[in-house]
Nanobody
Framework: QVQLVESGGGLVQAGGSLRLSCAAS????????MGWFRQAPGKEREFVAS????????SYADSVKGRFTISRDNAKNTVYLQMNSLKPEDTAVYYC???????????????????WGQGTQVTVSS
């Protein structure tokens, strides 16, 4: 079992930065690829970024490439999302999730993730 708890969301002006954290409980964290998704009101949940179990590989949605950075610290059972140059269209609830054992981190489909956090709100004002 893996339990995920996100933190670090808030209100920020356009052009600002936030760092989200996702703390995981459970022994299997260090063996799982992890990802961040977001969901804006009235829209489907969309992929933001993913990272391999070792942290050696990362993947990003085109909309955030060059602005967001995903990282992890397996000693702390935590995955991070550094968000820079934020835009109003980045406003959403952000979720971290764990990739199913045996599934690929390169898929952007939420169906390959089996554990989800409760989400943290990010609001970017113009």
């Amino acid at each position: 079992q893996v339990q995920l708890v996100e933190s670090g969301g808030g209100l920020v002006q356009a052009g600002g930065s936030l760092r989200l954290s996702c703390a995981a409980s459970g022994r299997i964290f260090s063996s799982r690829s992890m990802g961040w998704f977001r969901q804006a009101p009235g829209k489907e949940r969309e992929f933001v970024a993913s990272i391999s179990w070792s942290g050696g590989s990362t993947s990003y949605a085109d909309s955030v490439k060059g602005r967001f950075t995903i990282s992890r610290d397996n000693a702390k059972n935590t995955v991070y999302l550094q968000m820079n140059s934020l835009k109003p269209e980045d406003t959403a609830v952000y979720y971290c999730a764990a990739v199913k054992s045996g599934s690929s981190m390169w898929s952007q489909n939420p169906a390959v993730y089996d554990y989800w956090g409760q989400g943290t709100q990010v609001t970017v004002s113009s």
